[in-house]
């Protein structure tokens, strides 16, 4: 096992490290979660490194110093400036620039972009000809979470590698590993929680995010026995972020649809709601239930947008629909 390097991601290490020439830009594209970014710096590492090996950088030579102390020269790493905001022309101009200098270390000079969606269109226009024809010996890593968003010019610049997604099994002994201390049923609903992907569920956990989740079902189950205002639970519900919140009731309204449609009880989604999903899908009306997907789709959008919304007035309106999805049908 090479260190630094995720186990699904080893076969994929060799390709990379074993290329008699390396392509001057690489497309490393997959969800979100399996380890693209700790790949990619591995890979800056290597290519920086003055004394490579097959396994990776040596840590030992004067490149691989000025790269741990966040002072090397010739490298270049390009992040929206605030989460979740756009990668701006100026800075993919600064990228241009430093990618038209001589390597100072008389190696490689090597650029790390993340995630190349979020670059706007004229930040994307402006990197094309950096990837086109790149100056020197310089090698450009672009992550992608969403390769769909990017223009057709950006991608057929780059080599375009998928990263692989570890297996059920792998994500669970990888997981088991750094949270020995949560039990195999804690460390199941995590994964799920994050599509599978461990190093989202990692995060995850470190938000505690299942503390949050059990008091999101307890209050939705206490909303739909009226044992709880909707008031109430926007205001208990303060700390919790949006994106969370959204994401949890788009897939409840979903698992609810697929089971009114196909009753099907392989498809209930996590333990802890299955009752709800159960219930809702008998006593809520298909309209309504369409008409609180569509909702509840645009207010995510918004809130992925950084909108600038009432949040408690936001969560009472979504409270006050779900309460009100049992009715006639």
Request: charged letters at 20%; a neutral charge.
């Amino acid at each position: 096992m090479v260190e630094g390097i995720l186990p699904w991601q080893a076969s994929l290490w060799q390709r990379l490290a074993g290329r008699s020439q390396q392509a001057h830009a690489y497309l490393l594209h997959g969800p979100g979660g399996i380890g693209k970014r700790a790949l990619a710096e591995h890979f800056m590492k290597f290519l920086l490194c003055q004394q490579p090996s097959a396994t990776g950088a040596c840590g030992q030579c004067k490149a691989c110093l000025l790269l741990a102390a966040g002072t090397h020269p010739d490298c270049c790493l390009i992040e929206p400036e605030e989460a979740d905001k756009a990668i701006r022309v100026d800075q993919v101009r600064q990228l241009v620039g430093f990618v038209s200098q001589t390597a100072q270390l008389g190696g490689r000079k090597v650029v790390l972009l993340e995630p190349a969606e979020s670059m706007n269109l004229n930040a994307a226009n402006a990197l094309l000809k950096s990837l086109e024809e790149p100056a020197g010996n310089t090698v450009l890593l672009l992550i992608s979470h969403q390769p769909s968003r990017l223009l057709p010019t950006i991608k057929s610049r780059c080599v375009q590698q998928a990263c692989p997604l570890p297996g059920r099994d792998m994500s669970v002994a990888w997981l088991a590993e750094r949270l020995p201390e949560l039990s195999a049923e804690q460390r199941e609903e995590l994964l799920l929680l994050a599509g599978n992907s461990p190093l989202a569920a990692l995060s995850l956990h470190g938000q505690g995010v299942l503390e949050i989740r059990a008091q999101i079902v307890d209050g939705v189950k206490k909303l739909l026995k009226q044992q709880q205002s909707p008031s109430q639970l926007a205001e208990a519900w303060n700390p919790v972020p949006l994106v969370l919140l959204f994401d949890w009731f788009c897939e409840w309204t979903h698992l609810i649809l697929r089971y009114r449609m196909t009753g099907d009880e392989a498809g209930l989604g996590l333990a802890d709601m299955q009752k709800v999903v159960q219930y809702l899908a008998q006593k809520s009306a298909p309209t309504r239930l369409l008409e609180m997907q569509d909702w509840l789709l645009a207010q995510r959008q918004k809130v992925l947008g950084k909108a600038n919304l009432n949040r408690v007035l936001l969560l009472e309106a979504l409270l006050v629909q779900w309460a009100s999805l049992p009715g006639p049908s």
